[in-house]
């Protein structure tokens, strides 16, 4: 069994800006993988396409890291670490985030929840400008969409997972771009380039990792859910990202998808095997079975790691096994 751990926002918390987004201390992941390395043989994404196609073995206990989105963290905390240790890291930029210069929807969404107090009050304030698009678009009642999305997750409660769905996939793609907009600029900032530059990797960083051995895989071009659109449209995502990929110089005879969202359908998978995807990356809660479909090998994230640092060599297994087996994203988190 492999242990895929799935990373995102690493970085001083509490010197940061936005001290409220939800992510990883520095030290805490350098103590995590102080931790894998004593009870863990780290491989590289290599070495696990190789064992999917049963070229080799891998060693007792494996984990890959995995990290999520391009974050300028990752260059900045998580390279200089992982260096220091000898451990690969594989990395899932969203090519548009890198090359448009602009937030993607999901991280507008992190920042607008990192800097209002009170999520009640902002999951009221997007059904009022629901009404803004109502004759307009196919607009649902506020009734059927809290039925729908006010539940809670793994890592947040239900008025949060209401604005992070009903924002990211819940509501016609106009209006949850308009609403997302608004309220990015009205709590968190009116330069979105300026932002952009200061919270995702560069192309020039993101080919240094490349140089460094670092793994570079798909993420998507969007950041969409992939299962939430038509063949056509999933294969202009696929096709974007491997452009994106060759431009940095990667392999893309060995190249990997990790799903934004943990999103993906049978379609989806068709088109992957068709343009020689060799492993996906989910975010259902698990261990993975290399005897299993490559492409839809489970995560687990760096939160179902105790805190302490110091948890028993099972405590993954445990946490894995013990939490939501519907699978609900663990990137809710974040995401």
Not at 97 to 108: F, G, M, Q, T, Y
Not at 182 to 201: C, G, K, N, Q, S
Not at 273 to 291: H, S, Y
């Amino acid at each position: 069994m492999l242990t895929i751990v799935m990373y995102h926002y690493v970085r001083d918390l509490k010197r940061s800006r936005f001290p409220r987004i939800k992510g990883l201390e520095i030290e805490l992941f350098r103590q995590q993988l102080q931790y894998l390395r004593r009870h863990y043989a780290p491989v590289t994404m290599e070495q696990v396409i190789a064992a999917t196609q049963c070229a080799q073995s891998l060693p007792a206990n494996p984990v890959l890291l995995t990290f999520d989105d391009g974050y300028a963290d990752h260059f900045q905390f998580v390279l200089p670490v992982l260096e220091e240790m000898g451990i690969q890291g594989s990395f899932f930029p969203p090519a548009r985030a890198c090359l448009e210069n602009r937030v993607l929807d999901v991280n507008k969404v992190h920042y607008v929840l990192a800097s209002v107090d009170d999520a009640e009050m902002l999951a009221a304030s997007i059904l009022v400008m629901l009404e803004e698009f109502r004759g307009t678009y196919p607009i649902e009642s506020n009734d059927a969409y809290l039925e729908r999305y006010a539940k809670p997750s793994r890592f947040d409660p239900p008025e949060v997972i209401f604005i992070k769905r009903m924002l990211q996939v819940g509501l016609p793609e106009p209006v949850r771009n308009a609403i997302t907009e608004e309220l990015f600029h009205r709590h968190v900032t009116d330069d979105e380039a300026a932002f952009a530059a200061e919270l995702y990797m560069s192309i020039d960083q993101l080919r240094w990792l490349v140089r460094r051995g670092m793994y570079v895989g798909s993420h998507g071009y969007d950041h969409y859910w992939l299962d939430s659109l038509d063949r056509a449209n999933q294969e202009r995502q696929i096709d974007l990202s491997l452009d994106f990929l060759r431009r940095l110089g990667c392999d893309t005879r060995n190249w990997t998808m990790c799903y934004p969202f943990g999103a993906w359908n049978e379609s989806l998978l068709s088109i992957l095997r068709q343009r020689g995807c060799r492993l996906g990356l989910t975010t259902r809660v698990d261990l993975a079975d290399m005897r299993s479909d490559p492409l839809t090998l489970p995560r687990l994230d760096t939160n179902d790691l105790s805190k302490s640092a110091v948890a028993p060599p099972n405590a993954w297994t445990v946490a894995a096994r013990s939490s939501d087996p519907g699978g609900t994203s663990p990137v809710a988190r974040v995401a």
